[in-house]
């Protein structure tokens, strides 16, 4: 009775350590690809934020709304912030669509990347 105890236990654990090994494949596998945009008609496959405007939650597409493109640059609508044209900041969006990096991923941090579409979209 006591080795079949033992054998169940270490059964138990091989499933527990297995279980746990899928765990955290799944979660480094999940976090392979976080500095991808989401694909759109434009670029089906996706495309990746360079890493120096993203640490993996930093940026995402934002609304054409929430961006002012004016004579002095683009302003960001929810922090006021403006960015002139010629700060190098501002990238050509590959799929056309306006994407926003800030710090931390935050609502209203300051912007270190913004993705604009080029003026023939």
Do not use: N
Request: proline share 8%.
């Amino acid at each position: 009775m006591a080795l079949k105890r033992h054998g169940f236990l270490l059964s138990s654990l091989a499933v527990g350590v297995a279980l746990g090994a899928l765990a955290l494949s799944i979660g480094f596998a999940a976090k392979a690809y976080p500095h991808d945009a989401t694909p759109t008609a434009a670029m089906p496959q996706g495309w990746s934020y360079p890493f120096s405007c993203c640490s993996g939650f930093d940026c995402r597409e934002v609304p054409d709304a929430s961006i002012v493109e004016g004579a002095r640059g683009y302003e960001i609508r929810v922090t006021h912030e403006l960015i002139p044209m010629s700060d190098p900041r501002i990238k050509e969006s590959p799929d056309g669509r306006f994407h926003w990096c800030s710090v931390a991923g935050a609502a209203d941090g300051r912007t270190i990347c913004l993705f604009v579409p080029p003026r023939s979209f």
